[in-house]
């Protein structure tokens, strides 16, 4: 129980650091018209510093705090010994995430998206919010928590074999957590049809790759590959053809 609760207190904090480095991105780079929507829901800038950071954290905390008991009726692991191979994975993973987000908005959607301004940037607060919401928080919650959760449902309700239950589990929660990129693409860039279809495409291929290495490897591995899908999507894909 010390363990558990030692985890659920480092995640809560790194959830609370993760939300408070995704409003500061969202402060200094979001359009003024996106930030005064958000400025109109929060009523001040300090109000939706609080309110993100407390909000992720409980995120964070209940995720990894429910996950980690959900996760012992299952053969899937938390932080499992280290895996050569795995990493590998997770950082072949984390590199074809990141290039297939990129090309994808070159080669396809480029149409229909904003046309960027001058070469891209490399943005600190992007790269961290990436890492830490994308890449911990996000695992948390749709992956230790949602997946897990699904497959013990699963597993009470039905016969299947357990091979079948977890692929239905992560294809469950891969379109889910594409899903959960909705409300912020259409703030950016409004509701079309298409860029619906292009933040669930973009989103549920990845989510498919991280749950895999989850279910095959454990969390340790499907953070780092989240986490590498942003450091090669940012350093090195949107430099190169942006």
Same mark, same amino acid.
């Given at each position: ?7 659920? &207190?480092?995640?809560?904090? !790194? +959830? #609370?650091?993760? *939300?408070?480095?995704? @409003?500061?991105?969202? /402060?200094?780079?979001? $359009? ?55 990493? &590998?994975?997770?950082?072949? !993973? +984390? #590199?074809?995430? *990141?290039?297939?987000? @990129?090309?994808?908005? /070159?080669?396809?959607? $480029? ?60 294809? !469950? ?70």
């Amino acid at each position: 129980m010390k363990a558990k609760l030692r985890n659920t &207190i480092i995640f809560t904090v !790194i +959830g #609370l650091i993760a *939300g408070f480095i995704t @409003v500061a991105y969202q /402060v200094n780079f979001l $359009s003024p018209e996106n930030l005064e929507m958000l400025l109109e829901q929060a009523g001040s800038v300090t109000v939706l510093y609080i309110v993100t950071s407390i909000q992720v954290g409980i995120y964070a905390g209940l995720s990894s705090f429910i996950g980690q008991f959900l996760i012992e009726k299952v053969s899937f692991k938390l932080f499992p010994s280290w895996n050569t191979l795995a990493f &590998i994975k997770a950082i072949i !993973i +984390g #590199l074809f995430s *990141g290039a297939f987000i @990129v090309l994808m908005d /070159v080669y396809v959607f $480029s149409e229909f998206l904003p046309s960027a301004e001058g070469e891209y940037q490399i943005n600190v607060l992007y790269l961290f919010s990436g890492l830490l919401y994308g890449g911990i928080v996000e695992e948390l919650m749709i992956r230790l928590f949602l997946l897990t959760f699904t497959v013990v449902i699963l597993n009470k309700v039905s016969k299947l074999k357990s091979d079948v239950i977890t692929w239905i589990a992560i294809i !469950i929660t891969s379109v889910i957590f594409a899903a959960g990129h909705l409300p912020a693409a259409i703030l950016t860039l409004g509701s079309d049809f298409v860029i619906i279809i292009r933040v669930m495409i973009l989103n549920f291929i990845p989510g498919i790759l991280f749950g895999y290495i989850y279910t095959k490897h454990g969390l340790l591995y499907s953070m780092s590959a989240h986490m590498f899908s942003h450091v090669f999507m940012q350093l090195v894909f949107l430099p190169l053809f942006v």
